[in-house]
């Protein structure tokens, strides 16, 4: 088998697997309604909250999808390298001392992409868009680099204190992580898969960055709301409920 084909076959399986509509379906059994038509229209755990006025009903949600996203980067994944590259080891080799297992890597990129289309064009909601990719950005994380989710972590407080918008924000810390990533390798050469990572993380923040026009009209016109999460840690705002605005 071709190796090509063993990238679209990576791609198709992750596209399949990311495009599972948990929110959406949790939604349709919580309320009846389409998730599409309800707040922001977008199908993640945020508008959930929105639709069912449940944290516990968003956090499952957003479980779900994270959960959903690990699958569909991880598995396809790892059924490439056992059932392929590590029979062919030719295609396992470094292809630069910069960036390992390029030709391996290449397949998370591949998996990662795919479920980030799957989030934000579900093959099961067509026509129409789903989510926005956030949990492909903590999945391919969780799985490849978990050290990356600790950036992201670290960075995101200081963004949305900066911006104040949790969409911009979000966009913004994926793409800084994304520049981590890329250059990981000078600090931490052992661990694996950062250019994947990093093509990984720079495609989900273009991508929400296309997803962004209502956003954009809202803060022009002042209907967006800013995020107040040094209040919500001081305790004069819940935590949970300024994150799912």
């Known amino acids: 088998m071709h190796i ?3 990238y679209i076959l990576v791609f198709l399986s992750s596209y399949l697997i990311g495009s599972i509509p948990f929110s959406w379906i949790i939604t349709k059994i919580k309320t009846g309604e389409d998730l599409r038509k309800i707040g922001s229209g977008n199908v993640g755990g945020r508008n959930v909250y929105r639709a069912t006025k449940s944290r516990n009903w968003a956090l499952f949600a957003g ?3 994270v959960a959903r996203s690990v699958t569909a980067v991880a598995l396809p994944f790892y059924l490439s390298n056992i059932l392929y590259f590590q029979n062919f080891p030719q295609y396992n080799i ?3 001392d910069f960036f390992p297992d390029t030709a391996l890597g290449f397949s998370l990129t591949v998996a990662g992409v795919a479920a980030i289309f799957g989030h934000n064009w579900s093959i099961y909601l067509l026509p129409g ?3 926005r990719g956030i949990t492909v950005v903590l999945a391919s994380m969780l799985y490849a680099n978990p050290i990356m989710i600790a950036f992201w972590i670290i960075l995101w407080p200081i963004v949305i ?3 104040g918008y949790s969409s911009i924000t ?3 810390t994926t793409a800084l992580v994304g520049v981590i990533a890329l250059f990981f390798p000078v600090v931490m050469p052992w661990a694996p898969y950062n ?3 990093a093509i990984i993380l ?4 273009i991508i929400m960055i296309s997803r962004q026009k209502d956003n954009i009209r809202k803060i022009r016109t002042g209907e967006a709301k800013k995020m107040k999460i040094w209040k919500a840690l001081r305790g004069k705002k819940k935590l949970s409920e300024e994150i799912l605005k």
Not at 202 to 205: C, K, L, R, Y
Request: hydrophobic share 65%; aromatic share 12%; proline share 4%.
């Open 94 to 96: 470094p292809l630069t």
């Open 63 to 65: 479980f779900l999808d």
């Open 202 to 205: 720079f495609s989900v923040a």
């Open 195 to 197: 250019l994947a990572v």
């Open 161 to 163: 204190t900066i911006v």
């Open 129 to 131: 868009h789903a989510g």
């Open 170 to 172: 979000y966009i913004v």
């Open 4 to 6: 090509s084909v063993v």
